[in-house]
């Protein structure tokens, strides 16, 4: 079991920027040896949970297409850290953020992060 906290949610003005963190309770080394991917997603009230950005277990990163160019997923195995850089915040990037690891039917989510963008 697999298990992920998420931080670094807040009220950011629009244009601002903030950092998600999410600790992983396994190695993220170990995690990516057996195929897993790690990814960020996001859920904003009346939507449909989507895919923010991902790293797949060979490294291959993509990103939501409204976020290409502000935002930035990076993983720490040193840390067991997948992080979640983003700039240039729009008040549509509102919502709760959860972190993800998956591979095959295992499926793992955080308790999510709540982002409102907003003056």
């Known amino acids: 079991q697999v298990q992920l906290v998420e931080s670094g949610g807040g009220l950011v003005q629009p244009g601002g920027s903030l950092r998600l963190s999410c600790g992983v309770s396994e190695s993220i080394y170990s995690l990516n040896a057996m195929g897993y991917a790690m990814g960020w997603y996001r859920q904003a009230p009346g939507n449909e949970r989507e895919l923010v950005a991902g790293?797949?277990?060979?490294?291959?990163?993509t990103y939501a297409d409204s976020v290409k160019g502000r935002f930035t997923i990076s993983a720490s195995s040193a840390e067991n850290t997948v992080y979640l850089q983003m700039n240039k915040l729009k008040p549509e990037d509102t919502a709760v953020y959860y972190c993800?690891?998956?591979?095959?039917?295992?499926?793992?989510w955080g308790q999510g992060t709540q982002v409102t963008v907003s003056s």
């Open positions: 993800n690891c998956r591979q095959g039917n295992n499926d793992y």
């Open positions: 790293i797949s277990s060979w490294k291959i990163v």
